[in-house]
């Protein structure tokens, strides 16, 4: 487990994070594995080695002391009381081809140290955004190829299971219209993540991040993300002295594919390759002209405290109906002396004990990393091979996509709005962003 901070210990700042996961995830999840018999000896790494007792002790007081037959055993990197920006490298070797890695740490970095862990022949699940660049999606979908390797996004909305229905939906109604698409969190977390909010990577592709790939997910093989606008807004995050957008819009412009153009005739009204121009370098320069949907995704991190922590809900619109989700909202709610008034959501993660034990494994924030850890046991004992995975989890090929249009957002913010268009190769994989000229 590679970075030890909200998501995978719930350690910030010298204690439990002030959110829904201050007893953390990934760590959590990987020892109810293991005391299930899926997973075996586990690491931990970081980069500051001061902290790891305090983090150590934050464990055993969040897991240890709360759940029943947990074992918190741990190998830590680096050596307690160093520094390290490194001791990925050193935690890296101390493992085996086959075994399995996880990645949740600042956006800039995930390039660098899943590319180590797949050289090396580890299995990888990073969390999302995997990359920042088109290029560097690329490089990691060619290098596990080349090793063999499962690489695997962590984006646990597929596993939700109203997402799971919205999405089997969604590919029923037809062509793609039009989705409006919100996620936020708290002010609090600038100071979270003001480490790295505005230097090492943006509001945009830490929470769009999730709509965009369920958008990709449920349009995949239906339509394709050809022109990409973005926006934003500032000023409570500056006056915080962090300089970055409080709040991102990306528009999205989408274009349908030959079968989802097809009229109430039955007959093709458009299709994308009709609709496309090829140029000099193979790639394909899809720029309208076909069936087209638009998407709006917005983010962002200076809302008010509020029932929830994250607010969450998208509406989509397809040629042949809508479909409209609140998550934040299950209409479950708790009121407490202590901490108020909540809206509770134990389908991603039940941290209540049953019984003395752990009995989180059917929420889909748990359900993602087990799906990983099932699908790298069946890759190891030769039952499945890794390219089966792409149709069925959010593999680096399955998720090209989503690096493309955040990246292309991204570009659009630097330079003033000017929209971008995402070219595409022979096999339908987006390989270039190209500035829109006036």
């Not at 910030?12 to 018999?37: I, P």
């Not at 983010?299 to 042949?320: C, E, L, N, T």
């Amino acid at each position: 487990m590679i970075g030890t901070g909200e998501y995978t210990t719930g350690f910030v700042g010298g204690k439990a994070a002030d959110s829904d996961k201050g007893a953390g995830v990934v760590a959590l999840v990987m020892m109810d594995l293991r005391r299930r018999g899926k997973v075996g000896s586990l690491g931990l790494c970081g980069t500051n080695g001061v902290k790891l007792p305090a983090i150590r002790n934050h464990m055993q007081q969040q897991i240890g002391d709360v759940y029943s037959g947990m074992d918190l055993t741990c190998q830590t990197f680096p050596p307690d009381g160093k520094i390290d920006r490194s001791a990925y490298k050193t935690a890296l070797d101390a493992f085996s081809p086959g075994d399995a890695v996880t990645i949740f740490t600042p956006d800039d970095t995930h390039f660098e140290i899943a590319l180590a862990a797949i050289e090396r022949g580890l299995h990888v699940l990073v969390t999302k955004p995997p990359v920042k660049t088109l290029a560097h999606h690329l490089q990691l979908l060619e290098a596990s190829r080349r090793k063999n390797v499962l690489v695997m996004v962590e984006v646990h909305k597929r596993f939700d299971p109203i997402y799971v229905d919205a999405r089997d939906r969604i590919r029923n109604l037809g062509g793609f219209g039009y989705m409006n698409a919100y996620m936020s969190q708290p002010k609090h977390q600038l100071e979270t993540f003001k480490a790295w909010a505005g230097k090492s990577s943006d509001i945009s592709y830490y929470l769009n991040s999730h709509h965009i790939d369920f958008h990709e997910w449920s349009n995949q093989g239906m339509a394709k993300p050809v022109r990409v606008v973005g926006t934003a807004a500032t000023g409570v995050a500056k006056k915080r002295g962090i300089d970055t957008e409080d709040t991102i819009t990306l528009v999205v412009n989408w274009e349908n594919n030959a079968e989802q153009n097809r009229d109430e005739s039955g007959s093709s009204s458009s299709s994308s390759s009709s609709s496309s121009s090829s140029n000099s370098t193979g790639t394909t320069d899809s720029t309208g002209g076909g069936s087209q949907g638009v998407a709006v995704y917005t983010s962002s991190w200076v809302a008010p405290k509020s029932d929830v922590h994250s607010q969450q809900r998208f509406f989509y619109m397809g040629h042949g109906g809508e479909v409209r989700v609140d998550q934040a909202h299950r209409g479950y709610t708790v009121a407490t002396d202590a901490a108020g008034f909540a809206s509770c959501n134990p389908l991603f993660m039940k941290y209540t004990p049953s019984d003395g034990y752990f009995s989180g494994q059917n929420g889909y924030g748990y359900k993602s990393f087990e799906a990983f850890i099932d699908a790298v046991i069946d890759i190891n004992a030769g039952k499945s091979d890794v390219q089966s995975f792409d149709t069925v989890l959010p593999t680096i090929a399955a998720t090209v996509g989503s690096t493309a249009i955040l990246e292309a957002g991204r570009r659009s913010l630097d330079h003033g709005g000017q929209p971008y268009l995402i070219k595409y190769d022979g096999n339908g994989l987006p390989c270039d962003l190209t500035p829109v000229t006036y």
